[in-house]
Structure formats: C-alpha cells, structure tokens
C-alpha cells in the first residue's frame, strides 16, 4: 500500500473497540500492534473517540507514530465523561442537548477531514489546555449529537476513503457489538461496499464467527457474507485482509 499524497483521498479503516483494557494483556498488545500496521501502511484511523481502554490506547499509540492529523475520533457528548475524561473537549453551552442536533448536521466532507465541531483551545489559553493535550495526543475529533450520529459519521467518513477502507472489530463489549452488527446490516443493504474484519484475538471472537456460519449453513444468512467478512489474527493481517479482500475461507473456529 502506497501512501496518499495530500490531493489523494486517504485509506481509512474504522476500528470498533472497547474503553476498558480486559483482563488479558493479550487486548492490549493487539491495540498496539494495529496502531503499527496502520502507520506502516499509512492509513488513517477513524474510531470512537474515547481516551481510556483499547480505544485510548489504539489512537494515542498512532498519533505518536504518524501524528494526529491520522487520527479521527467520533464521540456522542452524553458520554464525554465516561469515554473521554482525559483531556476532556469544551463544547459551548449553546451547543450542548437541544442545540447539538442542529449544529451537528452542519457537518460536511467537503474537506480531507469533517471541521472539528468542538473548537480546540489556541495554545496560549491556559485554562483549556486540557483538550489541546487531547488533541495532541489522541488525535482529531468531532463531537457529535447520539451514538447513531457517531455510526453514521464514522461509516461516511471510512467509506468515502481509498480502496483498502474497511471495518475492524478488536476486542469489545455491547458497543462494539452494536457497531460491528450495523456496518454488517448496512453492507447488506447497499449503504456502503467496505468489507469488515474481526481482529480474533485469543479467540475473543470465536463464538461470534461460530454462530455465523451456523446462521448461514440453517439459510438465515446468505452465503456471500464470506467474502466480505472475514477475520486476522494480527493488525497485519486484518488490513491487508480489507485490501486484498480474497474472500474468507469459513468460519471454522470450532469443529
């Protein structure tokens, strides 16, 4: 994978993750390990914002690879607090609850990057420097209105990048599966044409990818889902997984 010249749209892969670290260091390593394949292929991150767990760790080990203008996160502002308490974004009083909606649907792509919806402090105001620091160190983000906002966002923003853009699902709870089961749902109805990975680390996703191929073998899920769903067990894998697309062989994890 060649890098993209400013005048070139960008690869961009969405990775689906958790904010807490588990219990295995194994989680930790492959947030890491990720981070290193997409700075070595210069692609671009889009995730869920947050500033703890895999995902904290995820961005923040790219952005000290590559910078942070390879970094874009997508965060709802009711879990601000939970997701992001490092280096929280200061969103104006007049844009929080009622007034989020409106100011969130004046986003546009017309630019490499959606504007940032929550200004970053100019370096010399000292009282904000909190969100500056996030800034620097996990990267670009928006703010924007419900977790359906952040799917739409993040599945337009992946979806517009160069051939190679794609979905990955690291370790994760409800979230992630939540995420994980609509850009599935949306590939299957047209909404966009990026395959999707899951990074199977120490199995975590076995059981998941188990279930898949018994729903297809009962006839509940069409046969060409196995080439575009597919799984790595390492970041390597998984992104030239999205690149290469060879289609998947099976979901034979447990016989």
Known sequence: MSSASPQQTPVRICVFTSTTVG???????AARNLAEALHEHSIE?????????????????????GGKQNVHGVIPSAVLPVERPEGAIDVPKDKRRSGMKKWTERLTLASR???PVAT???????QKQSALLSENKYGMTNVVSSLSARKHLMCTLTSSGAPGSGFIALSGGFGTMDELMEMITLRQQGAHRCRICLYNVDGFWDLVLAWMESAIQRGFVREEVRSWIGEGRTGEECV????????????????
């Not at 970053?120 to 000292?126: S, V």
């Not at 030239?240 to 016989?255: H, I, N, Q, T």
């Open 23 to 29: 219990h295995s260091p194994a989680h930790l390593d």
């Open 45 to 65: 991150l889009v995730y869920g914002g947050g500033t703890t767990g895999l995902m904290g760790e995820l961005a923040k080990t790219l952005v000290s690879l």
């Open 113 to 115: 990057w959606p504007k």
């Open 120 to 126: 970053m402090p100019e370096p010399h105001d000292p």
């Open 240 to 255: 030239k997984w999205l690149a290469e697309g060879p289609g998947f062989r099976g979901f034979d994890v447990l016989s």
